[in-house]
């Protein structure tokens, strides 16, 4: 077993498709960048728009989206669901595109209802034509939105219905001044509409969209192969595409592993389960496509997962391929496996749990949600007291108020703090032990964060109280002051008339000037004294002075990593912050 493979599924795809990369144009050394290729097709997309005369499909988008909307809302999401190895099909094309279009119809004709009805209580304050052409069309148009019939509201919009003349900037009755600052969005919002019931009526138009659409997608894929720079599911697709074609590359794949197990499969998604079946498919069949359950070798796939944990949706994982694993596999031989019983935690915890995820987890029978089902649990632990804290931050609105509230992570970084000080301090939460009950060490916490971005107010508020911790990652040491230090360090070494680099330094433990001598600094040559200075702040000049120089000598031949090593020991960096318990994380 220590000479097993170990291996990502995104890794493994890369090893496959390096090996037939030439067969769809890309270089062997192929880059894998999901960031560099969504500015690849956000550039295809620009001066596809840009063209002159414009296309007729990228014209009737253009009158639906804004500019970048029809960049962000509806092309890049299009380049995402067709990676390299995936077909162009008219019909899903199109069908994606009505999609889109649909879901702005929907949210505008929302806001033209509203718009209507406020017309509508609006125009029986005044008198005129306008204002009797306005009543007459908005009377029409919400009786013809209540009726609710789908063909009657696209055909009274492709219509004129629902138009007038702009209220001019000279009127002064009070209606029409009301109107008037309505008019530019609901005439934008009628235009779009009725461009969008051309979409749903009209297919030669509609083709005309289909066909831009495919001009992208085809335009993204050749700037792909020409920066040979491809997205994780590009591979993905590519590396299923070489298996399923290349039977005799399949078939030397099947026999190089006996078994496969993936861990965490809740997180995967239909294609790589396609993947593992192509490798584990029985060695005397070479079927065309991909393999069914019943074409694998019964004991060769070992899958492991919590369809609860199920948190990469954003990144294409499907839990329904998950929640079907199961009966795919135990009709054709294999086992299903439940862990029901959870010894890790205490029952009154897993108890609680059993109460609460059934109302969090509940759903209606859809496949793509995950269910849950009430855990097992073990004999408690003797001593142990299992308790659940909820802190709220109420809301209060400080609108008036002269001081500023603190932020939500902030907040809740105090407040975590705060709760973990009384731990370690009081005797509100003791722990077992071979001696009797104890408070527990700082040691015996842990802190588990949802993301890391708000992993530095945390640091910052352990660190208010005293609190010794370790970090799995110290994603805020670059954040905060000795990485700025340092940066400022370098900065000037490069751009001596950098003044904010400067007066930086000054301040910083390199030299830790006074208030009063950096006010007279300010406006001084690099590391010139000011008469006005004491001897103390003309001392630490004088050092960091000698520091700068043997720092810019050493630059002419040192490495970027023997210069940050000078600054941190020999300038004195490293002394001053061990001096100080406080700055101990550092």
Same mark, same amino acid.
């Given at each position: 077993f220590s000479s097993a493979p170990i291996s990502t599924i995104d890794a493994f795809c890369a090893q496959?498709?390096?090996g037939s990369a030439h067969e769809y144009g890309l270089s062997p050394e192929f880059q894998v960048d999901d960031k560099a290729n969504l500015d690849l097709a956000r550039r295809v997309a620009i001066e596809l728009l840009e063209e002159i005369p414009q296309n007729q499909g990228a014209k009737l988008l253009s009158g639906i989206y804004s500019p970048n909307?029809?960049?962000?809302? /509806?092309?890049? /999401?299009?380049? *995402?669901k067709y990676p390299m190895g995936v077909e162009f099909e008219t019909k899903r094309v199109a069908d994606e595109i009505r999609t889109a279009v649909r879901k702005k119809y929907q949210r505008m004709l929302v806001r033209f209802e509203w718009l209507l009805t406020t017309f509508q209580d609006l125009v029986p304050r005044g008198t005129g034509k306008t204002l009797e052409k306005i009543a007459e069309f908005t009377q029409m148009w919400l009786k013809i939105l209540e009726e609710g019939e789908e063909e009657a509201i696209l055909k009274a919009l492709v219509g004129n219905l629902g138009y007038f003349n702009r209220v001019?900037? =000279?009127v002064t009755n009070p209606t029409l001044v @009301?109107?008037?600052?309505? =008019?530019?969005?609901?005439?934008?919002?009628?235009? *779009?509409?009725a461009i969008c019931a051309v979409f749903f009526l009209d297919e030669e138009e509609f083709a005309s969209v289909v066909e831009f659409v495919a001009r992208f997608l085809e335009g993204h894929r050749v700037q792909k192969r020409a920066a040979s720079t /491809?997205?994780? @599911?590009d591979v993905s697709c590519l590396a299923v595409k070489t298996l399923t074609d290349d039977k005799e590359l399949r078939a030397f794949y099947k026999q190089a592993y006996r078994y496969i197990m993936i861990d965490e499969f809740q997180d995967n998604n239909e294609q790589q389960k396609e993947l593992l079946y192509l490798l584990s498919e029985r060695t005397d069949q070479e079927g065309d496509g991909i393999p069914l359950a019943r074409d694998l070798k019964t004991d060769k796939l070992f899958f492991v997962g919590d369809e609860k944990q199920s948190i990469y949706r954003f990144r294409g994982s499907d839990v329904s391929v998950f929640k079907r694993l199961s009966s795919e596999l135990t009709a054709n031989g294999g086992r299903?496996?439940?862990? @029901?019983?959870n010894y890790r935690s205490e029952p009154a915890l897993i108890q609680w749990f059993n109460t609460l995820f059934p109302l969090v987890m509940q759903n209606n029978g859809e496949e793509y949600e995950a269910d849950f089902s009430a855990l097992g649990y073990r004999s408690a632990s003797e001593g142990v007291e299992s308790r659940c804290t909820i802190l709220v931050k109420p809301y209060e609105d400080n609108s008036d108020g002269d001081e500023e509230d603190a932020g939500d992570a902030d907040s809740e970084a105090f407040a975590v703090a705060s709760l973990i000080e009384e731990m370690l301090t009081t005797d509100s939460y003791l722990i077992p032990s071979k001696d009797g009950k104890r408070r527990p060490a700082s040691s015996d916490i842990a802190l588990l964060l949802r993301t890391t971005s708000s992993q530095l107010s945390f640091e910052k508020a352990l660190r208010r109280f005293s609190i010794p911790y370790t970090v799995q990652a110290a994603r805020s040491l670059m954040l905060e002051a000795p990485a700025n230090d340092l940066y400022a360090m370098l900065q000037l070494l490069l751009y001596p008339d950098d003044r904010h680099a400067y007066m930086t330094v000054l301040r910083s433990p390199f030299c830790n000037l006074s208030d009063y001598a950096m006010t007279q600094l300010s406006e001084t040559g690099l590391f010139e004294a000011s008469d006005s200075i004491d001897e103390e702040d003309r001392s630490r000049l004088d050092a960091v002075r000698e520091v700068y120089q043997n720092l810019k000598q050493a630059s002419a031949h040192a490495s970027l990593s023997s210069l940050l090593s000078m600054l941190w020991y020999e300038s004195g960096y490293y002394l001053s912050l061990v001096a100080?318990?406080?700055?101990? /994380?550092?």
């Open positions: 496959v498709l390096k909307d029809l960049v962000e809302e /509806v092309l890049l /999401v299009l380049s *995402k001019g900037t =000279q @009301a109107i008037r600052e309505l =008019q530019e969005e609901y005439l934008d919002i009628r235009e *779009k509409l /491809v997205t994780f @599911a299903h496996i439940q862990l @029901a019983t100080k318990p406080s700055y101990q /994380v550092y």
